[in-house]
């Protein structure tokens, strides 16, 4: 099992910045690939940014490409999501998830989930 905490979310006018942080206990964390997706009220869950197990390699989604980084520590089994010139429309609950061993964009795909932090970003 691998145990993932979300942190870092709030309430930001539009063109702020937010750092979002997961913790993970548990398994290896250099075992899981990572990624982040998004959630707003009413909608499917979205893929936002994903990271290989070493951090070599990313993807975004085109919404957040130039504006979002995801990077990890596996020293300290953390991945984190810089969130750049954020605009309303990034208003959502945001997830870390893992899967074993590449990313993936697709949120049926992540085996281990957070609980979620909301951001909230006004106009």
């Known amino acids: 099992q691998v145990q993932l905490t979300e942190s870092g979310g709030g309430l930001v006018q539009a063109g702020a910045s937010l750092r979002l942080s997961c913790a993970t206990s548990?398994?290896?964390?250099?075992?899981?690939?990572m990624g982040w997706f998004r959630q707003a009220p009413g909608k499917e869950r979205e893929f936002v940014a994903a990271?290989?197990?070493?951090?070599?390699?990313?993807d975004y989604a085109d919404s957040v490409k130039g504006r979002f980084t995801i990077s990890r520590d596996n020293a300290k089994n953390t991945v984190y999501l810089q969130m750049n010139s954020l605009t309303p429309d990034d208003t959502a609950v945001y997830y870390c998830a893992a899967r074993s061993p590449i990313r993936s964009y697709y949120y049926q795909e992540y085996d281990y989930w957070g609980q979620g932090t909301q951001v909230t970003v006004s106009s």
């Open positions: 548990g398994r290896t964390f250099s075992n899981y690939a």
């Open positions: 990271v290989s197990r070493f951090g070599g390699s990313t």
